[in-house]
């Protein structure tokens, strides 16, 4: 299939082939027939893509702090390297996309096959949306029209937020597709309707429609044309809907309101507000987010969790409802709103239109509608007669398979693993640009999203699972049921059930490693060199300053990230059973008071059968300033500390001479190599399973109490 994306680095637009997107059990799959470009959001990302590097930093100042400080704690390379894979990346454009159902997730209760939707879904062939972000076509309503859906929806959700009664007043400031959509459904709630914008074209358009405008290119005072059209009265309020880096809308809103004014701002605009103004009017100011109430909520939008009816009039969905509603009775035309129309096919042509001076408003993409939606794999330019194929049709390197490539994947496991002499054969992630984009990057042979084609490919011997925690487990267990060898990113699982699983199939004779890299670090392998000369039991103290993460982020979610304590800190637990190597022999787990669900500030008290102790703090409440990593250990009347995988320092060791690397190194490179090695050479795992059975049995014990 087809969809559209943008370089973050250039700015430029394509189109890719992708295999067809997987939907979820709550998820609409929707063959698209018609597309709506959003000027103001789409031009902008155009715009920031195509600035230089200095243009992005003066517009994202935390960005470029947070870039700072990650430089000064895990070195310029690293933090170079982070940057540049996160300009790489393409994003997806489009947000009005119109449709037909052609395949339906199993919790989805209220679409069917064959039914028309208009959804939030981008620029592309086939589309994946959960349920809550669709609503069902009207029969009186065009293809075309319905695009206006989720514009529509952004200013109606305004209108929600400034609460118009019959017969007041209110001005549009920006009379751009959102501004004219605004205007007429302040229109239908009884107002009169006022209309600000620098472009003729849009004023006129907006007088056909029956709203009172001022061109602000003219000499007329905007402030005195209100008041006028007000009998001196003013405004009873101002929707927002400009996109600018001036403050001057908000400013010219607040001066032209009455007392007690309601400013409701809908799209983009400096927020230097004069406090003069406001509080001598005691004016009334509100930011309106998106669509409606459930937008950014994970459990409405991802997990289909509806809000009560009789609590949350108005959500998302139900504003989707209204607007469609709205397009069939006539109260909100869309007609004159399209300027322009092309094919998908000539999407670079309408982005020229989009960013060029030629004057445009609605640009409506088309598609033909022949798509398969069961064309999950591409094949990538490498082809797979250079796999190194023997006389047997077998690799003679391991041949492996991605199972999800997100950030950390495609940043490190990727790259780490093209560097150890593997085939990479496979990618395999729920989003077709994922795999496509890393695959042809690092020269796999196919891109797919569904992971069974993977465990069902001869030619795939071993699997990298790169998931959410929640499916490790599973995709563990068919991985090594389907014969191949299993490298899966940390937590091995989130359940003592899925442990005992696990390890009644793990004798299959394929390797299972788990993906503790610190083990593998250079500085971490002298330091437990040096451990090995040094006589009687250790104590260990690791501090981990991890810092916040949200608290609804899914890794903090105990049913899909397990928290951080298995997410995070179990590198640590294995880190020191590897240097006490001694098996652990007690685990104590103390958390800070908070009212998380899985807490992540806490310290881990732990004994070992030798008589060791150690120590792991794992804090989320410190600061970024402060470097992520300190392991402290003291023996035989020596201590060695190594700070941050950069420096290596002792105390009473003679001839040791402190070790300082230019950049982190936390040992992924080293740690895929060796797992690849033990493939190759027919060596035991690098890991020996039982210990990582022995530290997740330990971790869930913790988390269990």
Not at 182 to 207: E, I, N, W
Not at 509 to 528: A, D, Q, T, W, Y
């Amino acid at each position: 299939m087809k969809q559209v994306f943008e370089s973050l680095n250039s700015g430029s637009v394509a189109l890719f082939d992708l295999p067809t997107p997987s939907y979820s059990d709550g998820d609409v799959l929707i063959r698209s027939t018609c597309t709506l470009m959003s000027a103001g959001t789409e031009r902008m990302l155009i715009d920031f893509g195509r600035s230089n590097l200095l243009q992005k930093a003066q517009g994202q100042p935390q960005k470029v702090a947070d870039v700072i400080n990650k430089s000064r704690t895990d070195g310029l390379l690293s933090t170079i390297d982070a940057v540049r894979n996160k300009l790489s990346q393409p994003m997806p454009l489009g947000y009005c996309n119109v449709g037909e159902v052609v395949a339906v997730g199993s919790d989805v209760t209220c679409f069917k096959v064959g039914d028309r939707v208009a959804s939030n879904g981008p620029h592309s062939e086939l589309v994946a949306v959960p349920q809550n972000l669709c609503a069902l076509v009207p029969s009186l309503v065009t293809d075309e029209s319905a695009t206006f859906t989720i514009p529509a929806s952004i200013g109606l959700q305004g209108i929600r937020l400034a609460k118009p009664t019959l017969g007041e007043t209110f001005l549009v400031s920006g009379l751009g597709l959102i501004g004219l959509l605004t205007a007429q459904l302040l229109t239908a709630h009884g107002c009169k309707v006022l209309g600000f914008d620098y472009d003729p074209m849009r004023c006129s358009l907006a007088q056909e429609l029956g709203i009172s405008t001022l061109d602000l290119s003219s000499a007329v005072d905007p402030i005195s044309w209100c008041f006028d059209s007000t009998s001196g009265l003013g405004l009873d309020g101002v929707l927002v809907t400009a996109a600018t880096t001036s403050s001057q809308p908000i400013h010219l809103a607040a001066q032209a309101c009455r007392l007690r004014g309601r400013i409701i701002l809908v799209g983009v605009t400096g927020l230097q507000l004069e406090r003069d103004l406001f509080y001598k009017k005691e004016l009334s100011f509100q930011v309106s987010c998106s669509y409606g109430p459930g937008r950014y909520d994970p459990a409405y939008e991802r997990d289909g969790h509806d809000y009560p009816f009789g609590l949350v009039r108005w959500t998302q969905q139900r504003n989707f409802q209204a607007v469609l509603h709205a397009l069939s009775s006539g109260v909100l035309r869309t007609e004159s709103l399209v300027s322009h129309r092309f094919s998908i096919d000539d999407v670079v042509s309408a982005y020229d239109v989009l960013i060029g001076s030629e004057p445009s408003l609605g640009i409506l993409l088309t598609y033909s509608g022949d798509v398969n939606p069961r064309d999950n794999s591409v094949l990538l330019p490498k082809s797979p007669v250079t796999l190194g194929l023997n006389l047997d049709c077998k690799p003679v390197q391991p041949s492996l398979g991605f199972i999800g490539v997100g950030n950390y994947a495609s940043r490190t496991l990727v790259p780490a693993f093209a560097k150890s002499g593997a085939n990479l054969y496979a990618i395999s992630s729920s989003s077709g640009i994922s795999p496509v984009h890393i695959g042809k990057k690092f020269g796999f042979c196919k891109a797919t999203t569904d992971y069974r084609n993977l465990l069902d490919d001869p030619l795939c011997d071993t699997c990298i699972i790169a998931t959410r925690h929640n499916s490790h487990a599973a995709l563990v267990q068919q991985a090594l049921a389907a014969g191949k060898h299993v490298f899966v990113e940390k937590p091995l699982c989130i359940t003592s059930e899925e442990l005992d699983s696990i390890e009644s199939v793990s004798s299959s004779g394929k390797i299972l490693m788990v993906g503790f890299n610190r083990r593998f670090s250079p500085l971490l392998v002298e330091l437990r060199a040096l451990l090995l000369r040094l006589q009687g039991p250790k104590s260990f103290v690791y501090t981990c300053n991890a810092g916040s993460i949200p608290p609804d982020h899914w890794t903090q979610d105990p049913n899909v990230g397990g928290g951080r304590l298995l997410g995070e800190a179990c590198h640590f637990v294995d880190l020191l059973r590897h240097l006490a190597d001694s098996p652990i022999e007690s685990l104590q787990f103390f958390p800070a008071y908070d009212r998380k669900p899985c807490p992540d500030t806490f310290s881990l008290q732990l004994r070992f059968v030798d008589g060791s102790i150690g120590t792991v703090h794992y804090f989320s409440n410190g600061s970024k300033l402060y470097p992520k990593e300190r392991l402290e250990v003291f023996a035989d009347g020596r201590v060695i500390r190594l700070d941050n995988y950069r420096k290596l320092q002792a105390w009473g060791i003679p001839g040791f001479f402190t070790r300082r690397r230019f950049s982190q190194d936390k040992g992924q490179r080293d740690c895929c190599a060796a797992f690849i090695e033990c493939i190759q050479s027919g060596l035991p795992a690098p890991i020996p399973p039982s210990e990582i059975f022995e530290v997740q049995r330990w971790l869930l014990s913790a988390v269990n109490k």
